[in-house]
């Protein structure tokens, strides 16, 4: 089964950093675009970064300067590294992308998202 599993979340105080991972797992030849986005309570779920094939990134204004997407092609894995975050960054984390199967099948699900909280 190809899935997205996400980790890395957790409380932090304002100021203060995390890194999110999303691991690609499945036969899983490669991962295409990826991104990675987030909810609130009560708001909708927005595009916070996305990277490319070919490594170029897009960032919501909002966290422009503070987080950085990376990826790693040989472990099917996408980072989000997170700094100077503030209360209003608190919010679920997801992932999501083109991932193709050896089968030459393409997929594009959703990871079951990791909780961010920073208090202030």
């Known amino acids: 089964q190809v899935q997205l599993v996400e980790s890395g979340g957790g409380l932090v105080q304002a100021g203060g950093s995390l890194r999110l991972s999303c691991a690609a797992s499945?036969?899983?030849?490669?991962?295409?675009?990826m991104g990675w986005y987030r909810q609130a309570p009560g708001k909708q779920r927005e595009l916070v970064a996305r990277?490319?094939?070919?490594?170029?990134?897009n960032y919501a204004e909002s966290v422009k300067g503070r987080f950085t997407i990376s990826r790693d092609n040989a472990k099917n894995t996408v980072y989000l590294q997170m700094n100077s975050l503030k209360p209003e960054d608190t919010a679920i984390y997801y992932c999501?992308?083109?991932?193709?199967?050896?089968?030459?099948?393409?997929?594009?699900?959703w990871g079951q998202g990791t909780q961010v909280t920073v208090s202030s």
């Open positions: 499945g036969s899983i030849f490669r991962i295409n675009a």
């Open positions: 999501n992308g083109g991932l193709q199967a050896y089968s030459g099948s393409y997929f594009n699900p």
């Open positions: 990277i490319f094939n070919d490594g170029s990134t």
